[in-house]
């Protein structure tokens, strides 16, 4: 098992290169929006006087890699500064928001994975069938639909008039757990259609690719089912990949559901990220991108190492 944690090892030091340089490009990209921050918190009504002030408060006078070599110190540190626009701690704002993000993931995980695994064995089963054909119509479409535009079908089918959803899943504070299942239906639906079709196909797709193999042809001539021979000697042995597009998925989850926090004013880490745009409040923006980019290599190292566990060849070298 050594070689297991050396490459954990390896995984964890290359997602805090990837980080670095990931706070870089973000600390580079708040940098080059156009206008003056100081400007947009005080207003066009502001003095020159008033507006330089607030410039040497911030420290925005002084060089943008001191700015960068502090903010990143802070990071360490644990501090992710304060809101520009209500003064609040950054930390405080992304803590309260980033457990409805999660559950909103979990909650869409936890309909998107067994369905995916579900429809793509049915699928490699049936393969060429009515059904297979008609699995891979339905996930191509719900791929290739923009996320707002599948947000705003199921608005319109089922938070119409007399609709039996919400279409805001806006609420305040840690809601029932009913509740929370009633109000974020919708978005959770949005994103399980999203990135149901990519796990389906590569489960059938990996199903159908072993189904060739010399043992499971010794497991049909043996007269085994051929569910079972699915389950029981196909599935264990495509799971890796299967694993990999799951934890990319999920990371989508969590990292790209901006737009979809937006359409149903979900009160995420989506939603808190596009006001703090619209307000310039960039010591939010930096942050939350910045916990996006984390969740991600933090995705991306488990997805490796469960693949890698997952392959006996892998674990127990010789």
Known sequence: MSHIL????????????????????????????????????????????????????LGLNDPMHIRYMGWLTDILRGDFGESLANGQSVADLIGRRLGNTLRLALYAAAIAVPLSLILGILAALFRNSFFDRFVNASALSSISFPEFFVAYILIFLLAGAGGAFPSMANFRGTPEFGDFLYRAFLPALTLT????AHMMRMTRAAIINLLASPYIEMARLKGMKPMRIIVKHALPNALAPIINVIALNLAYLITGVVVVEVVFVYPGLGQLMVDSVAARDMPVVQGVALIFAAAYVLLNLTADVLATLSNPRLVHRR
């Open 6 to 57: 050396t490459m954990i090892a390896q995984r964890l030091a290359l997602g805090l290169v990837t980080l670095f340089v990931v706070s870089l490009i973000i600390f580079l990209g708040t940098e080059l929006l156009p206008g003056d921050f100081a400007q947009e918190i005080l207003g066009q009504s502001a003095t020159p006087e008033t507006v330089a002030a607030l410039r040497e408060q």
């Open 193 to 196: 259609l999203v990135v149901t």
